[in-house]
């Protein structure tokens, strides 16, 4: 996809303005997932900012983002990082054959305590 | 009093104690729940994002029907809540989103985002009011110290949310005063347990949960209660070595209707 394009359409999709960032890394300082990432949801939005989004598209960091709201709640501008990750994550898995998850992964991952909400929340996070 | 009531598809099946003990309180508390008919899952997740339309009537319509009924919904799952309580919002502030659900939703009437959504916790703060739950108590914890896990969904974000302060929330404490025990105060309390994320990575999940736990624990807990199912799993699942109770469950055991006769 052309790269301005793809910028645009995820700032459109997140309703986040990156613009508003002032890089002080509070929301990565909260991430619960922050050890797990390669990618930082600051780094997400100064990636996204500059049109850098291929390699947040091939990037594992999509699938460890908790959906916690913490980044959302802290940030002191309002950027809501969470929403732009959301954004980059529906544009990898919404491409032909990129659901992450399938009914035939699930059967290795349960087990008699599992809740329901577990599962249908991996799906949707994880399949479009 | 009647509200109606959407409990979500864990609780009618590995959570079914959070929605048994939710009906059977609010009914000693002299409120009735009705469910929702033919309703489907909420998804779990709220998904952000702005175009996302089809993945979110089935919130939209829970709403609706509620409104239909001209009832206020309770809901008691904090995943729920989360999902419901943020589809309603969109209705409400984003007019090209609401757009595109009332053109999907034509055939069945639209819905303008007029209902009001109550967690369960906050119909028992906002109708029954703490103090008149606290009289209806007859075996009260005394002696018990117990830990409000909150996790991320009650809360956050707390723009949309508005049940408490995200950062220092007391709804749940206060509940359990009213109950007659102790609340502990800890840091991780409004921290998340690692969530869905526990299908792909375990790790993570233990990370997470083990520090609820420990900081709990630090604090002198002996017992910790939650709203959310997946919270729950993931707290057992990863070293909880205090019980880990719905909020309802206790709540059902002070009010003196935990144990049904007809089961
Ligand atoms: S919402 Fe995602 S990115 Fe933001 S703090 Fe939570 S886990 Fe980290
Ligand atoms: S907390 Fe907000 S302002 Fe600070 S780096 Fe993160 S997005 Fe930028």
Redesign the pocket.
């Known amino acids: 996809m052309n790269k301005k394009y793809l910028r645009e359409d995820i700032i459109r999709m997140s309703g986040v303005n990156?613009k508003?960032?002032?890089?002080?890394?509070?929301?990565?300082?909260?991430c619960p997932a922050y050890d797990e990432m390669e990618y930082h949801?600051?780094q997400f939005?100064?990636m996204v900012e500059s049109g850098d989004i291929e390699p947040l598209l091939e990037s594992d960091s999509l699938y460890r983002c908790l959906t916690c709201f913490a980044?959302v709640e802290?940030?002191?501008?309002?950027?809501?990082?969470a929403k732009l990750i959301e954004a980059v994550r529906l544009t990898a898995i919404r491409r032909q054959g990129a659901n992450r998850l399938t009914p035939n992964d699930i059967p290795a991952m349960l087990d008699d305590e599992i809740p329901q909400q577990a599962l249908v929340s991996a799906f949707r996070k994880y399949t479009k | 009093m009647k509200f109606s009531y959407f409990p979500g598809c864990t609780l009618k099946n590995k959570a079914k104690d959070l929605d048994r003990y939710a009906i059977r309180s609010a009914e000693a508390l002299g409120i009735s729940l009705e469910e929702i008919e033919n309703w489907q899952c909420c998804g779990g997740v709220f998904t952000t994002a702005r175009d996302e339309i089809a993945t979110k009537l089935s919130s939209v319509r829970i709403l609706k029907a509620a409104k239909d009924k001209e009832q206020d919904l309770i809901t008691v799952c904090s995943a729920c809540h989360n999902v419901v309580k943020q589809t309603n919002n969109a209705m409400q502030n984003d007019a090209e989103f609401s757009s595109k659900v009332n053109r999907y939703m034509a055939s069945e009437g639209g819905y303008d985002g007029s209902t009001t959504v109550y967690h369960y916790l906050e119909m028992l703060r906002d109708i029954v009011g703490f103090d008149a739950l606290r009289e209806k108590v007859v075996k009260p914890l005394s002696g018990k110290k117990i830990a409000a896990y909150y996790g991320c969904l009650l809360l956050r974000p707390g723009s949309v949310m508005k049940m408490d302060d995200p950062e220092n929330p007391t709804i749940m404490e206060d509940m359990i005063r009213a109950m007659g025990a102790e609340p502990v105060i800890y840091g991780n309390r409004n921290e998340c347990c690692g969530g869905y994320v526990v299908m792909e990575s375990p790790e993570l999940a233990k990370k997470k949960s083990g520090d609820v736990i420990r900081n709990a624990k630090a604090q002198g807990a002996d017992m910790i209660i939650t709203a959310c199912p997946l919270c729950k799993y993931n707290l057992m699942k990863n070293g909880a070595d205090v019980p880990v109770v719905y909020f309802t469950e206790l709540l059902a055991e002070a009010l003196g209707v935990k144990e049904d006769t007809n089961e």
């Open positions: 990156p508003k960032c002032m890089r002080c890394g509070k929301c990565s300082g909260t949801p600051h939005v100064s980044c802290r940030c002191p501008r309002g950027v809501e990082p």
